[in-house]
């Protein structure tokens, strides 16, 4: 269906072509999945298939791209539209029209189908994805999952035999993630559609696949064959490569029914007593400590949190001792209890109630991760901490201030925000004017943001625009640039979107870090994974209000659409992460 | 389906009643009860099966529709300057507003509209204020210091004596003008901008995708300013100001252009521009056609406003609007697309536009027979008067609250 004959692609002003001699095949009605690190060319490979690339990017392209027996060089996009739907990264921008049911019938039109037939397809396409009750919603008002859907739908509609994904589940909560994954599956089976999509999440993806392709070697073959040696691969496979199964699984199921000797061998052991496990010492300081902080109720997994539980007078006492005494503080730290205190907190937006009744305690230290659907109120939640919001009602204090009436000046000593887009962060044309103007704002020392940003980025040029750095590069700039002010409180909404597995592993190595050193970090994601490894505490919120709080290791275990993949294969034991299995063996 | 809901009915009555009692405005109480009647269609009352059903896509009233009412209105308004008329003018378009429009973003324009039409009348009765008037009047206000101006400005006059006449004219002017506005603004309310595109001939098809486009640009490049400027926050920064609107300004345009390129290529992949070919002297006839036919609107819709042209303006307009149809539906041949769910142009859009035409040329005909009452005197002063047969015939503008679709309750 698709074939690459010696496909390269260089881009203008680009010393190395992006894809080099690239050969590939893929036969109709398969679903191939693109695995490689970021910036190995795989969006590239994806326009190149819809004929975006080089006709509406620019570069220049050698070599020979059939679709369908269409060469892309003599067929511009439009002329592949009945052919090939694209989907790209962003859903939004992919919007021409203004509602879900228009959306549907925009490619139809423009390739001038009867209208009798439009009608038949749009009703089957809502169907199809489960978009019938939303027929008549401006796309505006969706959430994440549904524009992904109404995205994907509204290249389903003219029946192309084709379909090119970049990355369609990267935004999503893992069950939004699974609809949209379950209707692909869908489409290959019943439809015969030839699927070929990116993703970096490999772990919601990768036994969906047929074939995976893994760039830039340019192999292709079937996925436990190309897992075995890929460099990027998911939880699963880590444990599979690590307990030696062969063939290696793929799927959580797979691997549970191997898993039965490693449960044996891992039975007398626990993932707490670990050297670097989440947070040995606070765990011990809370069990010894007369006044147990709200986290440490047993089998907290569903409850209600900060119940009136802990956190009293005595116990603050008892932390500025042994925090003075042992821990590193960072500047500016004002030890008082802890360091986020919300109690009550409840934000509207016209009226809507975006957050009810939320409490949370955050101390020092301490990381935890805020996780719900998409929608859910986790990005006002961390807003309102920084006093983008003002509470509606209750108090929000963060370092004893109240974020919204403090001076911002002040308060980017105390309380450092990543937004999900970090690029909104960065204004500068270059990343040493950038880390010039972080130590100004911050009243940093000259060179404080620059050092961090070696620390943490390695061998970025001075005069290195942020635009042109890749997405986990300018995830770094942004936090070296929050950084500067050495806020006690560090917070991240969504900070894996985008990342490889690689640039994942590095933010995780630096949150440690951070954490360790006394830096409490609050994160909002959707990442499972990522709030296993990093997280001592999850809090679960849905709807605006807070459905769960407690330790990582409970509150995942018992939710199956939040525990990772290490969780769900040796349940009911409570282990997180291939790591700490690996430090256990 | 029908005896389920046949039971379901008065239950269903009452709690909308019990609704409509809960939230105390007059048009929620209006919309709901409505609705409620109209879920009983499937009784076979007479009354029953002629109130307005609920709106949805298959019986979505024609975007024209509204907008021939609206302009008719505006007609109106355009042919009297008693400012009781004028405002009886604003509280139809106003309440057939409240009582249609939707919860969709542009819904909310109207309170824009009246708003700038407010700012024009304030404006009016400034200028007027500040540059006198060629209004002789007799009653004296006060007196503004007066501007000595050179010989060569002759004419003109800045600050001096301020008459009740000259103000009370400018408020009749000013108001004319805002009602005016506040019809647009009502079209602008009740029909969906993107919808009234869609209804545009295949050949004009192409600008109104570019239109389209454009207007969901402006709000997102809002939503942009908002979110840079919040995000100025988190690096310490003062978020108001007219520096803090400059320093995002950069990335804000950079942001505009990623998101049309964007949307370029989805446009692209998705066969935006497929087109099909046709001679060209066909080309040449529909350019022709077109041009002179918009002319053809342009000179006769100044005839049919500039109240001396009343008699050349309808027919140029009818024959310019004919001209630029033909050119369109010739043009249309190029395109291949095919529509989706177009609107229907139902009975209900024909009463709704048609009450709209009526409310004009009612009051064209009324100012043959009542020029006085539309035009209260200015010198000398006089008290304007509400004549009886003309404000009888704004209220024909009303039809649309009673037989237009209503909108689905938000929930």
Redesign the interface.
Known sequence: MIRFDKVSVTYEDAAEPTLRDVDLTVPEGELVLLVGPSGVGKSTLLGAV???VP??TGGILTGRVTVDGRDTRTH???????L?G?V?Q?PS??????TV??EL???????????AV??RR?EETLDLLGLAEL??R?L?TLSGGQRQRVAIG??LT?HPKVLVLDEPTSALDPSAAEDVLAVLQRLVHDLGTTVLLAEHRLERVVQYADQVLLLPDGVMGPPADIMAFSPVHPPVVALGRLAGWAPLPLTVRDARRRSGELRERLAGRSPAGLPDGPRPLLVADARRNPAPPAFETPGSAGGVPGSGKGWGGGFSLFRRRRTRATEPTPTGLTPTGPLVLAEGLGVRRGRVEALRRIDLHVAQGETVALMGRNGAGKSTLL?SL???IAPTTGTVRVAGRTPHTTD?????RQV??V?QEP???L?ADTVAAECA??DG??NAEPGTCRALVEELLPGVADDTHP?DLSEGQRLALALA??LT?RPPLLLLDEPTRGLDYAAKARLVAHLRTLAADGHAIVLATHDVELAAELAHRVVIIADGEVVADGPTAEVVVSSPAFSPQVAKILAPQHWLTVEQVEAAL | MSPARSRSTPSARSTRTARSTATAGSTATARSTSTARSTDTSRLSPRARFAAPEA??ANALHAGAWWVWALGLAVAASRTTNPLLLGLLVGVAGYVVAARRTD??WARSYGAFVKLGLFVVALRVVFSLLLGSPIPGTHMLFTLPEVPLPDWAQGVRIGGRVTAEQLVFALYDGAKLATLLICVGAANALA?P?RLL?SLPGALYEAG?AV??AM?FA?NMVADVA??R??R???????GGVRAVL??G??VL?GALE?SI?????????????TARVPASVRRTTNVLTLGGLLGVCAGSYGLLAAEGAGYGLPLLGAGLLAALAGLRLGGRRT??????PDRWGARAWLVSGSGVAVAVLMIWANSYAPDALHPGVVPLEAPELPLWPAASILVGLLPAFVAPVPKEST
Do not use: C
Request: cysteine-free.
């Open positions: 819809s004929g975006l006709h509406f511009p996009p439009r002329e592949l539209a009945d090939v694209t790209g962003d921008a992919h919007f021409v029209t203004d049911e228009d019938a925009y490619g139809m039109e423009s390739l001038g189908l009867p209208p439009m009608r749009v027929r008549d401006p505006a509204s290249v003219p807003s920084v006093g983008m911002p000046r002040e308060l980017i450092g925000l937004p690029r909104d962060l204004y103007a972080a704002d911050a635009r640039v929050v002010g | 949805s896509r969709a973003p969906s993107a869609k995708v389209v486009v969901t709000p979110r840079l919040t995000a926050r988190l690096r310490g920064r003062t978020t320093r995002i950069l990335p950079e998101r964007a949307v370029a290529a989805s446009m692209d992949a998705r066969g935006y521009g497929r291949l697309r095919t529509r989706y769910r």
